[in-house]
């Protein structure tokens, strides 16, 4: 993709309306050092959540690129509201289904829904039977079929259900694992899995990626989840298995990956989580 359209892509992101975005926070266009890292680190942040904390007028073709390794970090970051967000919901007297809707409706506060809108896409592609360039053009198409529906239903309903199912000493942690494994993931998928067509949020994250920021994400993960306890780091490791092999299907089915199969494999990842700790916790 081209210098000036990875500019108009990444402005998107800035033009959008979130949650504390009248900070506006100025940082160098280009700099060295510490402040380098600052702009990666809130790239990722302005990318993956609705918060909205600086302003730039430039966009470089690499500051995607760049701000993967703190994919877990910024996971962190949203198990921590969505931990708050139990809290209030636990304090309010909600419990079960209910408490499920209101982290369902806190996630899209805090988050949004991007990993919604690409899992919606690949459902549309993947499910329709058709042949793997079909299904690629499938996806890029911005209407809405059937089979997104159905799948964006279900997964709201397994969401709901899963996160209302368990007891408040272990909701707030489990939150933070789910969102720092998932978000971890998505750094393999991005540097380890082959892109399925040229161009597009895929290869806006791959291109310029080192092998050293994988090496990054997973000491951050790492570290955060050894802060959780050994319950959690195990329910991660058990959480990638299937992951990853989820993440293979599709590669095999559109022959690589796409920034829509990014949404669809976090989202998947979250059930996931979800359900084996329902499994391995056994609350």
């Known amino acids: 993709m081209a ?30 050092g510490p402040f380098r890292y600052l702009r990666d680190f809130f790239t990722c942040l302005e990318f993956l959540t609705r918060i909205r904390m600086t302003k730039r007028e430039v966009w470089f073709p690499d500051d995607f690129a760049r701000s993967v390794p703190y994919f877990p970090l910024v996971g962190g970051i949203m198990g921590a509201l969505m931990w708050g967000a139990a809290h209030v919901g636990m304090t309010a007297g909600f419990s079960g289904n209910v408490l499920g809707v209101f982290l369902v409706l806190a996630e899209l506060f805090f988050i949004g829904t991007l990993m919604y809108d690409g899992f919606m896409d690949t459902a549309d592609g993947v499910f329709s039977g058709r042949t793997r360039e079909r299904k690629l053009e499938i996806m890029q198409d911005s209407h809405v079929g059937a089979n997104a529906v159905i799948g964006a239903i279900i997964l709201i309903l397994a969401k709901v259900t899963l996160l209302g199912s368990f007891a408040p000493a272990v909701l707030g942690p489990l939150l933070v694992t789910m969102y720092v494994v998932t978000r971890t993931l998505m750094v393999i998928y991005i540097l380890k899995f082959p892109n399925a067509r040229p161009g597009g949020l895929g290869e806006m994250f791959k291109t310029g990626g080192k092998p ?20 959690f780091c195990k329910l991660a490791l ?10 293979f299907y599709l590669k095999w089915g559109l022959g690589g990956l796409t920034g829509d199969t990014f949404g669809f494999l976090t989202e998947c990842g979250n059930v996931v989580v979800l359900f084996l700790a329902s499994c391995l916790l056994r609350l």
Request: hydrophobic share 50%.
């Open 212 to 231: 050293v920021y994988l090496l990054l994400a997973l000491i951050f993960c790492v570290a955060l989840l050894s802060w959780l306890g050994p319950v």
């Open 3 to 32: 210098e000036e359209d990875l500019k108009t892509k990444g402005t998107e992101v800035e033009a959008e309306t979130g949650f504390w975005n009248r900070l506006n926070i100025r940082l160098p266009e280009r700099s060295s």
């Open 238 to 247: 058990f959480s990638c298995l299937p992951c990853i092999a989820i993440a």
